[in-house]
């Protein structure tokens, strides 16, 4: 079984470009999550997504953030434009509504020089 | 909201030694995980165990729910345990699924 998977795994980009990170669910999985590491601030949700839906976007940090999941096999998370501070690594959970167990992609480490 | 505290922050191990890592949560849950990050950044499934114990291999994990705590045996450490233990537990409130992390416990198992 593939497990989550994500694109890049490595993006390095200057202040005010605009990132796009790419997530694939697991196949049957009906919850998709974004989640942020950073140091300072450990794991924290970003978005979270429920049969193609946004459910709880309160952890978005602002409006340069933004998320879709066109479909049950794809989402996105776009920030426009991109600022030094949003270094770090960008996960990408799903969980099935079964027992909602999440399973974590090996993440995209973003660098905003 | 609920508030996630793992003890201890920091373990060094000698290889083979035994050791307990502690979970304790604020308030009721409906899911606990646990991960390991490895030293490449991985965030492996280790248990999802709300309540109960369970075993795989060298690990073990129980929580205890009317207590609101959880603890993560590993035995007969290996160097390749070394890395960042996280507890995530979710509440369910609101009907958010979300996981709310803990600070994590860094392990370092030496030869």
């Known amino acids: 079984d593939a497990g989550v998977i994500q694109s890049p795994r490595h993006e390095v980009t200057e202040m005010g470009q605009e990132v796009t990170l790419r997530c694939k669910p697991i196949s049957g999985h009906n919850s998709l999550f974004w989640y942020r590491q950073t140091m300072m601030r450990g794991l924290e949700l970003l978005i979270y997504f429920n049969n193609n839906v946004p459910i709880d976007d309160s952890g978005m940090p602002e409006d340069r953030f933004s998320a879709k999941m066109p479909n049950a096999s794809f989402s996105t998370l776009k920030i426009q434009p991109s600022e030094p501070r949003d270094s770090a690594v960008y996960f990408c959970a799903s969980s099935s509504s079964l027992n909602y167990e999440q399973y974590f992609g090996p993440g995209t480490r973003l660098t905003v020089t | 909201g609920i508030q996630v505290e793992q003890s201890p922050p920091d373990l060094i191990l000698q290889e083979g030694a035994n050791s307990t890592l502690r979970c304790n949560f604020s308030?009721?849950?409906?899911?606990l995980q646990w991960f390991h990050q490895n030293p490449w950044g991985q965030l492996i499934n280790l248990f999802y165990i709300p309540s109960g114990t369970k075993q795989n291999g060298r690990l073990s994990a129980t929580t205890v729910a009317t207590e609101r705590y959880s603890l993560l045996y590993i035995s007969s450490s290996q160097t390749t345990d070394s890395g960042v233990y996280f507890c995530?537990?979710?509440?369910?409130?609101?009907?958010?699924?979300?996981?709310?992390f803990g600070s994590g416990t860094r392990l370092l198992v030496r030869p």
């Open positions: 995530a537990v979710e509440t369910g409130m609101d009907s958010s699924y979300k996981l709310i």
């Open positions: 308030d009721s849950v409906n899911n």
